[in-house]
């Protein structure tokens, strides 16, 4: 099925002679249990794309559609809770407390929605991401790799059944962004997620089994990966 789809989606930023048409008409659907990279150049409208999929920036028009509502006709709460409850963000600046620990950061979703941590997915997502020696560690005293996978494990610890990745692994060495990538990749396929992932680096993409490419607010190549073909 369909976890979330655009439909004639549009976005502008500013308006007449001076507006920058950042959606062209983007018409994209994003099925469950699939993993797709968005790849093309700085300014083609890649994370605009996601921050408008996921309500945190409104469209000029058109709809979006999840779980059979359109997001676009949503108030600010419904959207808020939306995203606490269903959807995880991965930025490319980890947007971490800085006040707060390792754990407190990575358990901050459910602390906000008043839940408790499933203690084996967190031990699990922990384990994975080499945190385990760190959890007591606030972000000034980590490496950009660990804060980078500590707001990972934070993204995940939900278990959202939609994941927005904004260059997850812009910050990490090459034997890092194997491991993170390989979690993501294990992640959608164990929780039948959905994953949408930013990258610029083609080593990253090929973990995905779909690569869109944008190009000056449109989709220019949307093409499933060889791997995942010939899973089907
Ligand atoms: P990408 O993620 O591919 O680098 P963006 O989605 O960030 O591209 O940007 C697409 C276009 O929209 C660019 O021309 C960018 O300058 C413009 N843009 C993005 N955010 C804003 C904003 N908040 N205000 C004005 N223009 C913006
Ligand atoms: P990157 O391409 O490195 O992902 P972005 O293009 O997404 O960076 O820019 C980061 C932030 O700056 C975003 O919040 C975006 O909305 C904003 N932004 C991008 N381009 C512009 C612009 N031309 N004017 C105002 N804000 C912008």
Redesign the pocket.
């Given at each position: 099925g369909i976890a979330i789809q655009a439909v004639d989606l549009v976005k502008d930023?500013g308006s007449g002679a001076n507006a920058?048409h950042a959606l062209r008409d983007v018409n994209v659907s994003f099925e469950r249990g699939r993993f797709t990279a968005i790849m093309g150049p700085?300014?083609s409208g890649k994370?605009t794309l996601m921050?408008t999929l996921a309500g945190l920036d409104s469209a000029t028009s058109g709809r979006i559609l999840f779980g059979g509502k359109d997001l676009t006709r949503m108030n600010d709460k419904q959207l808020t809770l939306l995203r606490r409850n269903k959807i995880g963000f991965i930025f490319?600046s980890f947007n971490l407390l800085p006040m707060f620990t390792a754990e407190q950061n990575i358990l901050m979703p459910l602390t906000l929605a008043g839940a408790k941590a499933d203690r084996a997915w967190f031990d699990l997502l922990v384990e994975t991401l080499g945190l385990r020696q760190r959890l007591n560690h606030r972000p000034n005293e980590l490496s950009g790799g660990q804060q980078q996978r500590v707001a990972i494990a934070r993204a995940l610890i939900t278990k959202p059944s939609l994941v927005f990745a904004?260059?997850p692994t812009g910050n990490l060495d090459s034997v890092s962004s194997a491991e993170v990538l390989g979690f993501l990749k294990q992640s959608v396929n164990e929780l039948d997620q959905t994953i949408v992932m930013v990258t610029h680096d083609a080593v990253a993409a090929s973990y995905a089994d779909r690569a869109i490419v944008f190009a000056d607010g449109r989709i220019v190549a949307d093409e499933p990966h060889p791997t995942a073909e010939a899973m089907n």
């Open positions: 930023y920058v700085s300014g994370s921050h490319q904004d260059e």
